[in-house]
């Protein structure tokens, strides 16, 4: 009786057909005592905040949140086959997602050298004298590189808000060994780059702003 209705519905529904073809593995993974693998969540790992000395300027700072390439707006891991060939761990997946952490770094980064009063992510609702603006281009494993690496690729520009105007910017790219393999190895040499990225990139922004200020105390140039 079911071998019937089986054969009369894959020969009459195209539908019917679809859901047994969707529905097989599931049916020979449970049917074999498989299950479903767990799903690992990982996020970057931050230094401890620095203590906080008297800022050196009255300015306030926005930070924009930050935009990604496309293929870095899903939360898996994303590893590089070959350099024009990539891929994802299925079950391996960052939280929150790549370009939202390193918004948050940068914060966090900014608000420790002390050149700006305030250093705030939008929407703030409060004026600001400059608008940090950041487009993350890689943030991935290059399984292809002898002994494996990882790659972060920033792209940084600082807005005056009275004209619009960009007055600082910076595109920098940062590769490390992956030390240990697996893909606790491969998150910690993420957390390593994106840090050295931006321990080597927003200095520059900072002497860029207290030296304009110095020359132009209270009028942001």
Known sequence: MIEKLLSNGWRRNPHFRTAIAL????????????????????????PPPAPRAD????????????????NLRDDRIIYYESPTEFSFYEYHRWSPDPATMLTELTRRRLHELDVFAHV??????EPSDYTLKG??????????????????TLDLRLVRASDKKTVWSDRREVTHSIDPSGVDGVVNALSAASDQLLSEALPALAAEVERNFKENPGKPQ
Do not use: Q, W
Not at 56 to 70: D, Q, S
């Open 120 to 125: 705030r992510l939008v929407p703030s609702h």
């Open 23 to 46: 529905c097989l593995p599931a049916l020979f993974l449970f049917g074999c005592g498989g299950k479903i693998p767990t799903t690992h969540y990982y996020t970057l790992r931050f």
């Open 55 to 70: 800022p050196k300027t009255t300015l306030v700072l926005e930070i924009e949140p930050f935009k990604a390439a496309m």
């Open 135 to 152: 487009h993350v281009l890689n943030f991935d494993e290059l399984d292809y590189e002898p002994g494996g690496k990882v790659r972060v």
